[in-house]
């Protein structure tokens, strides 16, 4: 007689509730308490960091003030330069003259011999006006460009402005905390127009002592001249 095999008994289930042996705990953790997790304290700058930031605005105010001051400079050279005290003889240097050629066989018109005429003997208006009345490439319209041949051609605009610049009389010199300017000022007052220029040149930028070496000393206009030596007329 044969018996059915044998199992092994099953193994009891699981409880109902709850976390069996060896099980991880909830993944969405340990609830918090009635009003959350308490926030991270405020970070409170260091006197460290406070001399750093105040450096740096220090310094960056400084940078600026350097380049307002180097910038002021780089203008003040540059208008003496344009005025003919740098290289060359600058956009507003006046140009070299010669005494006047005779006006003699330029032709055959008697009206622009007459103003060929009046343009030598020293009318630069009359100058001009042969130039503008003058056939185009004629003798007469090189004499009216040179001015009489005093300049070359092109070298002025208009003849014109070889006229002496009229002046007024000069002004009282200002008088502040440099001896040596007052100095150039009351020379550029006495008449002495090369110290005018050299009050420019030596003035700081914006100052009294520049702006009266650039109008010659209260004579001219400011940057009427190129310099004040031109108002010689040698």
Known sequence: MTHPPSYPPAAPPPPPYGAGPGWSAPYWGTPPGPWGAPPPPRRRWTRKTVALVAGGAVLVAGLVVLVVVAGLNVGHTQATALAGGGFGPGLGAAPTTAPPSDPAGLGT????????????????????????????????????MTCGGRVKAFDVAACAELEPEATSPPSAPPVADDPGLDGYAQRCYDGLLSACDDL??????????????????????????????????D
């Open 109 to 144: 018109d008697t009206d622009l011999d007459g103003l060929a005429r009046q343009c030598h003997d020293g009318s630069m208006t009359a100058c001009d006006a042969l130039f503008d009345g003058s056939p185009s490439g004629s003798s007469y319209e090189q004499y009216g």
């Open 200 to 233: 420019y040149s030596l003035s700081p930028p914006m100052t009294e002592y520049e702006r009266y070496g650039m109008t010659c000393g209260g004579r001219v206009d400011v940057l009427t001249a190129a310099t004040c030596e031109d108002l010689d007329g």
